[in-house]
């Protein structure tokens, strides 16, 4: 069983930072791409930041600048610093990993945690 552990939310004054973590519960290098997605009530879940194995990373545009995507596979686990906060970047955050298989790729979401940011 794989689980993604979400951690680090909270409520923050526009301009402030958080630190979120995923802690994944096996090793993190097995999974190809880890990522942050965020989701609002009425809305999709939207992708944030995403970062491979090898480092490469990905960012909405909305976030570039601001947020920061990295990972430490020997703590198996994934961070996403996030700088000049905005209201508009509130929302439910979740930790995505995908993990190679002979069948193709399994997709893991953790349960989320909440990010409010007042203006």
């Known amino acids: 069983q794989v689980q993604l552990v979400e951690s680090g939310g909270g409520l923050v004054q526009a301009g402030g930072s958080l630190r979120l973590s995923c802690a994944a519960s096996?090793?993190?290098?097995?999974?190809?791409?880890m990522g942050w997605y965020r989701q609002v009530p009425g809305k999709q879940r939207e992708l944030v930041a995403t970062?491979?194995?090898?480092?490469?990373?990905v960012y909405a545009d909305s976030v570039k600048g601001r947020f920061t995507i990295s990972r430490d596979n020997a703590k198996n686990t994934v961070y996403l610093q996030m700088n000049s906060l905005k209201p508009d970047d509130t929302g439910v955050y979740y930790c995505?990993?995908?993990?190679?298989?002979?069948?193709?790729?399994?997709?893991?979401w953790g349960q989320g945690t909440q990010v409010t940011v007042s203006s």
């Open positions: 096996r090793s993190s290098f097995s999974f190809n791409v």
């Open positions: 970062i491979t194995n090898g480092g490469s990373t």
């Open positions: 995505n990993g995908n993990l190679p298989s002979i069948s193709g790729s399994l997709v893991y």
